[in-house]
């Protein structure tokens, strides 16, 4: 492997990197190179494993539609297991929140307005007197994220492609017309094209190959599991409240994840999580469910990457020949990579198909070298 040519090297072997390299790999001779031991150890591994079609902008609201087809139907020998579950997604609103329920229902696609005692028919915990407005979201599915990671992972593989673990870029540079990656353990990549899908890192690999950075912001989130027990929580939905402090899901049938929804600026760097975050969540929660919690079971924190505008940044970028970006996948990246590789392979190849032409505008990397 060492000192290969390539027609496009990966960087980020994440949800992001993985898709990009499945359907990359379907045309091009590709090598995908991961710091970590295991694909997967840093923001893919730790993600809530929901799909919303009305979270985040336009970009993300569309390519995550854009994907749907594919979690619910994917392609023959993509994976044994099923990747989308309905469950739905409830939100539920204060008095002081009902603003933003209603300004929420404007322009969104598959949310009704249920009454509060319907809420309470399917979530029996919800306190009395919380909420003065609820919506749902029917179609909001669970996603099997480590299945639809892997099932990337195989098509790469499957389609000749090779991929590089324990393998931190550490060499990004320009050289005749194209790029040389060099990684920690010494083996020497070359193409012409380079993606970086690097996450919370993106910025750091742009440094690495003399590219301008583009702003992104690792922002950790926070999450936990506890034992809701008596409640059976199985068939309950997800459910948020408006003021953006908490979310939960049902996990393994009868345990529920807990989340601050948090959003703090971070580095990127192995992150973990802060006892007063997994308790500020589980007392948001409490407030509108009446809910015990002995004991948390389990703590983790991810970094969910952000632009400075927080939509998506895909494509070339303007000033650097073959440098490709694949980054800013926020809280989205799991429900949006079958569109996302789709995209990805579309620019690199010059055609994109016709269902995602009207995100390319949005998700421009030219958009931060404006002035
Ligand atoms: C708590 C939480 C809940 C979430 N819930 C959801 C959800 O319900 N639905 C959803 O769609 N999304 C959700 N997300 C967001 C989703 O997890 C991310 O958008 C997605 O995982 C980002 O994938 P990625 O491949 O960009 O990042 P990562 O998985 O972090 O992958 C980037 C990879 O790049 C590698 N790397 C970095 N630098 C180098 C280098 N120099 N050389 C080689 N490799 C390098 C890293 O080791 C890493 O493996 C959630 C995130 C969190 C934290």
Redesign the pocket.
Known sequence: MENASFDVIV????????TCAAQLSATRRVAL????EA??????????????QN?GLADAQAL?RASRDFLLTPPVGFSDAKLFAPRGAMYLATAAQEPDLRAMLVGSQGLREISVAEARGMVPAIREGFAVAAVIEDEAAD?D?AAIHQGFLRVHRGLGGVMALR????RVERVGGGWVVE?SGGAVFRAPVVVN??????D??AG?AGVAPVGLVPM????CIIDPKPWDVERWPMMHDMGDSWYCRPDSRTRLMV?PADETPDT?HDVQPEEIDVALGIDAMQQALDIEVRRVERS??????FSPDRGLVIGFDPGADGFFW??G?????????PAVGRLVAGLVGGRVDADLAGVVGMVDPGRFRRI
Not at 33 to 36: N, P
Not at 329 to 337: D, L, P
């Open positions: 960087i980020g072997a994440g949800i992001v990197g993985a190179v991961e710091a970590e694909a997967g150890y840093h923001t893919t591994g730790r993600s809530a494993a929901i799909w919303l979270y995550t996603l994220v393998s931190r870029a550490s990684t899908a690097a996450g919370a890192w993106g750091v690999v690495l950790r989130r926070t999450a989340s990127p983790w924190a991810g970094l969910r990457t694949c980054v996948q926020g809280g989205y990246g799991i429900q949006t990579s």
